[in-house]
């Protein structure tokens, strides 16, 4: 028994929610871009500084670089670089105008004889760079890079000569992949759940979910995941799940899955924000500073997933 006249003890401190302790980690981590993300998606904040922190990282010749896709560094304009510029675009509803007329003009000078995107162009040879990502002289045009910014330009209602070209041959590589791995499945998601024909995205979807399936390539039960192997080049325990693929319910993904399989993904998803309020960097880390720049970006796309599917608790 406490003595007489002793002071209480404190009261239990409130529950931090989810959405608390990530916003204490974005302050303490991330990028002003991130900073500025977080505060629009989650804070009531303006799209403004979000274009702003954003133009930071914009060169002359419309691309974008600076190591806003924190694998890739030094100043030079890339493709991965700029398709993020463009997802951060099309987040805060300001994908169209002069900016993405600048953009395509660079997609236009650095695509391939296909008029596909390379995933790195050889500019990047001078500058540090993931050790996982291939620099070479002539760079195959790849979905992992046109699919999505091809996808995002169709969302945005944009028109530009470059669409046309590397529209085809998106619905080429879509069509014809007969063996793949998660990141390019992802980008090639990304192009269906926006490309203008429905029925033929549909179509090519449903091959996609069984070619998914078949080769499992997601992880359906986090309980098991030695059932599922990882890709070649990943790193050990960089599993895809079901909400990776279908990043909201909308998505053409997310037929691919069961109730159950979705619901046991999100909630692996909801378990998996560590004790800082940040989610982790599942791919290859190979330089301090690029975990650190990554993990807010995880950790909002985390976040926006989680909230797409009603499962964000603020």
């Not at 800082?276 to 599942?282: A, E, I, L, T, Y």
């Amino acid at each position: 028994m406490p003595e007489t006249g002793a002071s209480p003890l404190p009261p239990a401190p409130p529950a931090r929610s989810p959405l608390f302790r990530a916003e204490q980690f974005v302050w303490l981590t991330a990028r002003v871009l991130e900073q500025r993300l977080f505060a629009y998606h989650f804070l009531s904040g303006g799209a403004d500084p979000v274009e702003t922190a954003l133009d930071a990282y914009r060169n002359e010749d419309g691309g974008y670089g600076h190591a806003l896709e924190p694998d890739l560094r030094g100043p030079v304009s890339q493709p991965l670089h700029t398709g993020h510029a463009l997802r951060v675009l099309d987040a805060i509803g300001r994908c169209g105008g002069q900016r993405v007329e600048r953009v395509c003009r660079y997609l236009t000078s650095v695509s391939t004889a296909d008029g596909a995107l390379p995933a790195v162009h050889p500019s990047q040879r001078d500058y540090p760079a993931a050790p996982f990502v291939p620099i070479v002289d002539d760079p195959p045009g790849e979905v992992l890079a046109t699919g999505p910014v091809v996808g995002l330009l169709h969302r945005n209602g944009v028109w530009h000569a470059w669409l046309f070209r590397a529209t085809d041959f998106c619905w080429q590589a879509v069509e014809s992949l007969e063996k793949s791995h998660p990141y390019e499945i992802e980008a090639a998601v990304a192009f269906l759940d926006s490309a203008p024909d429905r029925p033929r995205a549909e179509a090519a979807a449903d091959r996609l979910g069984r070619l998914v399936r078949e080769h499992r390539l997601a992880a359906l039960d986090p309980e098991r995941l030695e059932e599922y192997p990882v890709a070649p080049g990943y790193a050990a325990g960089e599993h895809h799940f079901p909400h990776d693929f279908a990043r909201t319910p909308h998505s053409l993904a997310r037929a691919w899955f069961t109730d159950d399989e979705m619901a046991r993904s999100l909630n692996f998803l909801a378990a998996a924000q560590q004790e800082d309020g940040g989610w982790p960097v599942r791919w290859r880390q190979w330089a301090p500073g690029t975990a650190l720049e990554a993990r807010p970006m995880v950790t909002i796309d985390a976040l926006r997933t989680l909230r797409a599917y009603g499962r964000f608790v603020g």
